[in-house]
């Protein structure tokens, strides 16, 4: 079962930053967090992940909060293509537990 | 370098048939995952493979569903005896072996209809 929440739906205005919110207060010390992305109906594509530190690549940045429980996914210039239901994961021992997503929504 | 494939990407059974989908994964990869989406859900996890072992089918139905990853050729998933509540999208994911973060590749799924 997912350790994750998320909220269901956020809109963001297009070229704005979206920020998606992630608990995970009951993930182990030793389980990543992963972000992954399901554009319409496409498999889901990697984002990012992390496991203390803060990280970026060039799609997205992940801040962890110090103890660990929550996460907050940062796309720094929305665009339209950018809709898609965001997944925050709980990775362990190959098993990674997909919740319900946030449904992110770019709006014009 | 092509990407995981599966097929067929869509597939339409009538009740009490048997479905198989069957996924290609990336080369190189010998980890091989199976997800379940119903409509409007996320992913629930199935079964977790590498070449010839189950290492994980916690989430597989007990009755009327099996998986495999022979040595030679693509991992199977088979429905056996399919119902109406079998209608969703199955998605294959691989991963390279010694993988100690743990990064999925996903294809684009098989979107079996039951009628």
């Known amino acids: 079962d997912a350790k994750t929440t998320q909220p269901p739906s956020m809109d963001c205005a297009e070229g704005r930053a979206a920020n998606l919110p992630c608990n995970h207060s009951?993930?182990?010390?030793?389980?990543?967090v992963y972000w992954y992305r399901q554009i319409h109906s496409q498999g889901p594509q990697y984002i990012i992940h992390?496991?203390?530190n803060n990280e970026t690549n060039e799609m997205a940045s992940l801040i962890i909060t110090e103890d660990r429980k929550s996460s907050t996914l940062i796309l720094p210039h929305a665009t339209l293509r950018d809709t898609a239901v965001y997944y925050c994961?709980?990775?362990?021992?190959?098993?990674?537990?997909f919740g319900s997503g946030t449904k992110l929504n770019v709006k014009p | 370098n092509a990407g995981v494939m599966q097929n067929p990407r869509h597939l339409v059974r009538r009740r009490g048939q048997e479905a198989r989908l069957r996924c290609s994964p990336m080369?190189?990869?010998?980890?091989v995952y199976w997800y379940r989406q119903l409509p409007e859900e996320g992913l629930k996890f199935m079964v977790y493979?590498?070449?010839?072992?189950?290492?994980?089918e916690s989430g597989m139905p007990k009755e009327r569903f099996s998986a495999e990853f022979p040595k030679e050729g693509p991992s199977i998933l088979r429905i056996q005896q399919v119902v109406r509540g079998d209608s969703a999208a199955y998605f294959c994911?691989?991963?390279?072996?010694?993988?100690?973060?743990?990064?999925?590749?996903f294809g684009e799924g098989s979107r079996l209809t039951v009628l």
């Open positions: 994961i709980s990775y362990n021992f190959n098993k990674f537990y």
């Open positions: 992390g496991l203390k």
């Open positions: 009951t993930i182990s010390g030793n389980e990543y």
């Open positions: 493979l590498q070449k010839e072992n189950i290492i994980d």
């Open positions: 994911a691989s991963s390279p072996p010694d993988q100690y973060t743990g990064e999925l590749f």
């Open positions: 080369k190189g990869h010998s980890h």
